[in-house]
């Protein structure tokens, strides 16, 4: 059964940082690629961050490049999301998932088969 596991969520002041961490179990995690996604109330879910299984390749996306940090661990089996220059508009529901890509970055949710619960983040003005 593969299970994802999000922490490092919370409340955070504009311009503050923060980084989340997405465990992974049941699968060999250092075969396929990882993304984070988000979800603000009321809007759908959409693509953040998505790094390849060797880490070689990295994709983001417009509104946090420069500003997010994804990095994976492969002997940990653990993805992390350092964010920094936290906006109000950052505030969402953060999900880790990972599906049957490997070498390429997809960023449509549908392409991912596996998500963690998720992990609010807040970001007061």
């Known amino acids: 059964q593969v299970q994802l596991v999000e922490s490092g969520g919370g409340l955070v002041q504009t311009g503050g940082s923060l980084t989340l961490s997405c465990a992974v179990s049941g699968r060999t995690f250092s075969r396929y690629t990882m993304a984070w996604f988000r979800q603000a109330p009321g809007k759908e879910r959409e693509f953040v961050v998505g790094i390849s299984a060797s880490g070689s390749r990295i994709g983001y996306a417009d509104s946090v490049k420069d500003r997010f940090t994804i990095s994976r661990d492969n002997a940990k089996n653990t993805v992390y999301l350092k964010m920094n220059g936290l906006k109000p508009e950052d505030t969402a529901v953060y999900f880790c998932?990972?599906?049957?890509?490997?070498?390429?970055?997809?960023?449509?949710?549908?392409?991912?088969?596996?998500w963690g619960q998720g992990t609010q983040v807040t970001v007061s003005s």
């Open positions: 998932a990972t599906g049957d890509a490997f070498g390429r970055i997809p960023r449509g949710t549908y392409e991912y088969g596996y």
